[in-house]
């Protein structure tokens, strides 16, 4: 694989099975947070399978550098999904949408939840009642936050949701995207919208946020390279699984595009299950790095009553019977490809920090 951005989700798409999918039922596609990590990914893979590709993104989390490589086979909209009119103006005439723009991170949910409800809750009405007008079809990105703290492994799409008080902001998160899905099933039922879901656990790689946004791995990437101390969250013995974004977008496409996942959530992430000490000794190994690595509380990180769950493993069989999607790029190959494009943009990342 290569290391820049543009190379990186070329590959993957290998694995589409090029030609068995409707693509010409969707010509002319919008993503909206295109402009971010995964949404940038999502338009390269777009891009290669044929389709005209629109965006619009607010860049407030997004980076326009993101997609400078793609200058003139594009469509930038530098604007709000919160807008309707512009939204709805940019919708006509698209025959997919594919919406990721959100208000994203933990930390930007507990430093300012009321705008990141809104963004999440009024931003994606207006995305979907944008495709309602326009008769679109539409993907909504959601997120295994919406399961909470819940504390059955792996976790089905069916499973309960198990969420903390309302006192507790990072909570916000979850119940804003957990209202997006409800939005999207009510919007299904009721006015006869074409959607579908998908929930991704934690995704890495190539353009994952410089100043991480509560990524833990894009923090703990830039202070391997610094040989700065690595900072974890709690004792480090929580675990996660870390989907490569190579496989996320295919899975995105997948979920996005076939008529047999129309009107379902899909869970997208990868199976294995690391702890967050061991993920930094992976990523000072990919790094060549002399980092030490150190623990600070979690009320010192974000504050008191702040709460994390221990586990989060997802159940990808739905996807696997459903859209013949399963993950293909291990962390061993995964984080090297991470940590090198990190190397690499170092400067345009320090810029934009
Ligand atoms: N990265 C992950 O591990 C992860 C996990 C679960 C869910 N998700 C979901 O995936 C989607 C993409 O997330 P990401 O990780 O690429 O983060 P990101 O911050 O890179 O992408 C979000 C994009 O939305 C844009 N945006 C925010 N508010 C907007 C607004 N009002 N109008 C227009 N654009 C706006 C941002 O500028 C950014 O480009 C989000 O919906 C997020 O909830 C991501």
Not at 301 to 323: H, I, M, N, Q, S
């Amino acid at each position: 694989m290569g290391r820049d951005g543009a190379g990186i989700v070329g590959e993957p798409t290998a694995s589409l099975k090029a030609g068995t999918l409707t693509t010409v039922d969707f010509v002319r596609i919008l993503v909206t947070g295109g402009a971010g990590f995964i949404g940038s990914n999502l338009v390269d893979l777009l891009l290669t399978e044929g389709h005209e590709v629109k965006v619009i993104d607010d860049l407030s989390t997004g980076r326009r550098s993101n997609l400078a490589h793609l200058d003139g086979s594009i469509e930038f909209h530098e604007g709000s999904i919160l807008d309707t009119d512009l939204v709805s103006q940019i919708v006509e005439g698209t025959d997919l949408v594919f919406h990721l723009a959100a208000a994203v991170g933990v930390r930007n949910i507990v430093e300012a939840p009321l705008k990141s409800i809104r963004t999440n809750v009024d931003g994606t009405e207006s995305v979907l009642e944008a495709c309602v007008r326009h008769d679109t079809r539409v993907l909504l990105a959601s997120t295994s936050e919406i399961y909470g703290k819940a504390a059955k492994f792996p976790m089905s799409e069916d499973d309960d949701r198990v969420i903390g008080p309302t006192h507790i902001s990072r909570w916000s998160y979850s119940t804003s995207k957990a209202l997006d899905e409800h939005l999207a099933f009510a919007y299904a039922a009721e006015r006869g919208l074409r959607m579908s879901i998908v929930r991704y656990f934690n995704t890495y790689g190539p353009r994952l946020h410089a100043n991480g946004y509560g990524s833990v791995v894009a923090s703990m990437t830039s202070q391997a390279l610094a040989n700065a101390p690595i900072v974890i969250h709690g004792d480090g013995n929580q675990t996660r699984c870390f989907g490569f974004v190579g496989d996320t977008i295919r899975g995105t496409y997948l979920a996005g595009t076939l008529d047999g996942a129309l009107g379902q959530a899909f869970n997208i992430g990868a199976s294995t299950e690391i702890s967050i000490n061991e993920l930094a000794a992976r990523i000072c190994r990919a790094a060549g790095s002399s980092s030490e690595i150190s623990h600070i509380s979690y009320d010192e990180a974000y504050g008191p009553g702040f709460e994390d769950p221990k586990r989060r493993v997802p159940d990808v069989t739905k996807a696997a019977e459903k859209l013949g999607w399963t993950p293909q790029v291990s962390l061993d190959d995964g984080l090297p490809i991470t940590v090198n494009w990190w190397r690499d943009n170092n400067d345009q990342l320090a810029a934009t920090r």
